[in-house]
């Protein structure tokens, strides 16, 4: 296939440019651990907006990343698909995958295929789109191989709406709402990894005397743990602006985990990429006006006693069939009597129905379900019995 003509400029360019780059960028990843980062580059390849120099913005990003030993990055404000390909090409050691849903500037991944080793990548909560900015959630599962141990992770790449009025308030305030939901009743014993640009503060809203959208997770805290909640606490901006120390801005770019990777996280690794700002020339003008924020993991290998798996006094929750279009037949076990409730909810966490709410006895249940008056779409099945939780996913087909 023949180049394209732009394609062709940014390939000369970048040679005459890779030989202009003299910065030297500190390693932040090492191997023995899982090392992560979120990077708003501004407005990546665009003509118009964003850094004047395209190629030199590019050289900068490879340079950054060749460099700083990052094994996965997740990036928005991906304005140019050409210049992404292109930079996929220059990088040596690094493979992507870039959003197919977007209102104009996409997110993405860059990823060393040594460490992580992609499953599937896919938009999520597409639904939810218009509370996303037009950009659903890009959603990544892999298992990450290190040198003593390997274990699955989804990775989430977020880049939510902009601007401190009440509608854009709004719309973060629905779209954290939805995604909590998704990971609470979808991802409810997997390690997921949450990056992006919020575009918006934890403590407090960027909006003027409102709540962070973000504090159903900050007030689950057995649930969700936000690394980056440590910088906006001592002050330190990631969003530039006019500011070429970054200083005097806001904290809207963050890392979030949930409880299976609370063990993991290397204490006080999280931090803002500042050397960036002495060591990439006029990098805010020339680079981006975000700075990157990163995180290190480490896991220890279980033994075989750590390993093992014990029975719960609650034995799953199945559903058939899933998807469903008129009824279901929902199965459990219980180990012993006592009370359960069984409920269905929606994406927003309302429940559309109540399926049980009584005493049961010992042994194999199974509930029938008729969902012939639900709208289509996705849906979540919640069982609680002797103070255990367990979680389905369903979906009603038209």
Known sequence: M???????????????????????????????????????????????????????????????????????????????????????????????????????????????????????????????????AGRPPLQLDAEVTLPDTSLDVTFIVLHMKAFDDLASYNRRVDAAQALKNRIDFLLTSEPVVVLGDFNDELLRSISAGRTSPYAPFLEDATGYFFPSLALEEAGEATFCGNSTACSGSSTIDHILITDELFGAYLPDSADRFEELLTEVPGYVSTTSDHLPVFARFAFATPTAAEATEFPGAVSGLSIYPNPIREAATLTFTLAHPGPVHLAAYDLLGRRVATLADGFFLPGLHKVFFAADELPAGAYFLRLEAEGQAVTRGMVRLR
Do not use: C
């Not at 090492?30 to 190629?55: H, K, M, Q, R």
């Open 2 to 132: 023949m180049m394209s003509v732009r394609l062709f400029f940014f390939a000369l360019s970048g040679l005459f440019l890779a030989f202009q780059v003299s910065a030297q960028i500190p390693a932040k990843g090492t191997a023995a651990t899982l090392d992560v980062a979120t990077w708003n580059i501004e407005w990546f390849g665009s003509a118009n907006n964003g850094p004047s120099n395209d190629a030199q913005q590019l050289a900068n990003v490879e340079a950054v990343i060749e460099q700083a030993g990052i094994d996965l990055w997740a990036v928005q404000e991906i304005a140019d698909v050409d210049d992404w390909e292109f930079l996929l090409n220059a990088l040596d050691g690094y493979e992507g995958a870039l959003a197919t849903v977007s209102s104009g500037l996409r997110m993405g991944f860059l990823y060393d295929p040594g460490v992580i080793r992609v499953r599937r990548v896919r938009h999520i909560l597409d639904d939810f789109s218009f509370a996303f």
